[in-house]
């Protein structure tokens, strides 16, 4: 007996690769009310070539193309027979300058775009993107990394004749360097952005558009200090700048805004128990500065943004740990901000205990006071407490945790926020294979003096698995607010200074289910059903949205082929579209075998 492996050819010296890939056959079908139906034998192709030259450290590479290889009613999960290519190539691994280049097409790939916390909206459509980066690594010299990308992709919301599409180009460079002690770090990004998307969430009866560019540089460093202390210093420069309108009236509205964010943090260590704290920040631009976290969440927000602010903060305290399980911390924090034509100052005090030990062999908790004042306001009291807690009874396992806030001070001065938190989870194992699993979990925030402003979710989940078949089933439900972000709505409270048009109001609800079957080895038997609504009201343009997806397959095993088959039924219907829903069923019955050709 001996262990497989690749078959390896080497052309000339140098070139060494392999090569293999999943090669499927069968008969498949597909029709519904907006595609073409057609039926027949099909053949689809899942690939994989690497290889190496001269060295692999000097370079390797790797192909993976795929031909009709994402039927939803087969392992791959997609209403479509996409086809593409992803390769990779990397230069000089293990030296002072190594490199990297990617490229990624797709065609007639399933997508998604849309809601956020539940199923988003099935959009199908093409894709590519290319990527190139190179770096220099030469010791007690500044790094020098330089990496730049470029993606674009089309779509239609499934269900509609809505285009959603995006065009980006990246730029990205880093450095960093140790000098006297200080670890340095420097950064510039730059990105431009120009997108389409569908108008119920865009709130116009045509398609929307938006042109969204910038840059941003920042430099940052660290430095040890007496008593075990570090002191860190960050400096962040952003421009963006973008036009959002409609292809319908060619009216278009201007989103420009410049920050700048600095900040200073020090931290010493007097004693092992004892540790002193202080930070202050100055941004220029609240609002940019909300920009700001979305766009490092990977979300280009599409939502127009003018007005002017900007916040300085002194912050100090200390924590003390009165033993292994007992800590507490205080902490002041001295605001001075200015918006909407006005000047706030203000300040609040914190303290908190906690109390790490399990109490009663279950609970841990930790409670925090607040207390905040400013001229514009009486002073007012907040508080925020959690739990959490964890038991064993026997063969089940029981945990949760609640956290709650009142009166907790925002980015705002003059605003505070609210929220309570929970997730509860029951676990038991029956022994032969056999568990159960069941979990809740909720949120409800919103600024506790702006009605309207409250977002929740809810949702629950089970499974239970046996020796040979297996259940799970969830159920959620969310409402809120949200604004419009390149990779659908990003739900949040509504942010003061955000315009009345840029806020989309949401609610959906999403329950499914699926079970799996091994009645013998090596056969497989699975099905799985989701279904989901919504509402979303976005500048007048009400939505009530509903998607329904089912797939059922098998797979058995018969030495290195496998017999594979299928059937999908998916429905996705958006009234504010003004067209029927959208229906599509397919089937495919098969075989499959992995083949190495060398």
Do not use: C
Not at 28 to 51: E, I, P
Not at 54 to 66: E, G, Q, R
Not at 87 to 95: E, K, Q
Not at 484 to 509: D, M
């Amino acid at each position: 007996m001996v262990q497989g492996a690749y078959a390896q050819v080497q052309v000339g010296d140098e070139l060494r690769m392999n090569a293999g890939g999943l090669v499927t056959a069968g008969y498949a079908a597909n029709y519904g009310d907006q595609v073409q139906s057609n039926h027949g034998l099909n053949l689809g192709v899942d690939g994989q070539l690497n290889g190496s030259y001269f060295d692999p450290n000097f370079l390797n590479f790797s192909v993976t193309p795929y031909f009709n290889q994402s039927r939803a009613n087969s392992s791959f999960q997609s209403l479509t027979n996409s086809s593409g290519l992803s390769a990779d190539a990397n230069l000089f691994g293990g030296s002072h300058f190594p490199g990297f280049v990617s490229y990624r097409y797709s065609h007639d790939s399933t997508g998604t775009f849309g809601l956020i916390g539940t199923p988003n909206f099935t959009t199908v459509g093409n894709g590519q993107g290319f990527g190139i980066g190179w770096s220099a690594l030469i010791p007690n010299l500044p790094t020098l990394s330089v990496s730049y990308s470029q993606g674009s992709g089309t779509g239609t919301v499934y269900g509609t004749n809505e285009l959603s599409s995006s065009d980006t180009h990246t730029v990205n460079v880093r450095s960093t360097y140790l000098y006297a002690g200080w670890q340095l770090n420097g950064y510039y990004n730059h990105l431009n952005l120009n997108s389409t998307f569908p108008m119920f969430l865009g709130g116009q009866q045509a398609s929307n558009f938006n042109s969204f560019s910038g840059n941003d540089f920042g430099v940052n460093g660290s430095h040890e200090l007496p008593w075990k202390g570090t002191v860190s210093l960050t400096y962040n420069h952003a421009t963006y700048g973008g036009d959002t309108g409609s292809t319908f009236d060619q009216g278009t509205s201007n989103s420009n805004y410049t920050t700048d964010n600095e900040t200073a943090i020090v931290t010493l260590h007097p004693t092992q128990k004892f540790t002193l704290f202080g930070d202050q920040q100055y941004t220029n631009n609240l609002n940019g500065f909300f920009y700001q976290n979305l766009l490092n969440s990977g979300n280009v927000p599409l939502v127009p943004l003018n007005t002017q602010s900007n916040s300085s903060t002194l912050t100090g305290g200390g924590n003390y740990a009165f033993s292994n399980h007992l800590f507490a911390q205080a902490q002041i924090t001295y605001y001075d901000q200015s918006y909407f034509g006005q000047s706030y100052q203000g300040s609040y005090f914190t303290g908190t205990v906690g109390y790490g030990k399990r109490i009663l062999d279950m609970f841990t908790v930790s409670a925090t006071v607040i207390e905040s004042s400013n001229k514009w306001t009486d002073n007012s009291l907040g508080f925020i407490a959690n739990l959490n807690y964890f038991r064993r009874f026997g063969l089940w396992e029981t945990s949760g945790s609640f956290s709650y806030a009142q009166n907790v001070q925002s980015i705002l001065v003059t605003y505070t926020t609210s929220y309570y938190i929970y997730n509860a989870n029951l676990h038991r194992r029956f022994g032969r294979g056999v568990q159960w699993t069941g979990a809740f979990n909720g949120n409800h925030s919103g600024y506790t003096d702006q009605p309207g402003t409250v977002n929740h979710s809810e949702g629950f989940s089970t499974s239970l698995a046996l020796r040979r078949l297996a259940f799970s089933g969830n159920y959620i439900q969310s409402s809120g607010n949200s604004i419009l972000t390149s990779t659908g709505i990003q739900p949040i409270p509504i942010t003061p200074g955000l315009p009345p048009q840029g806020i989309i109001v949401y609610n959906g609800k999403s329950y499914g289910g699926s079970i799996t079957l091994t009645p013998i080895s090596r056969l497989s038997v699975s099905g799985t059903y989701s279904h989901a609504t919504s509402d979303t009201l976005s500048n007048a343009i009400f939505s009530n949205n509903r998607t329904d997806i089912f797939y059922g397959q098998f797979q058995y095993r018969l030495r290195q082929i496998t017999l594979l088959g299928g059937f999908t039924k998916f429905s996705q219907g958006i009234s504010a579209a003004g067209t029927p829903p959208g229906n599509q069923y397919s089937y495919f019955i098969g075989v499959s075998r992995w083949i190495n050709f060398f």
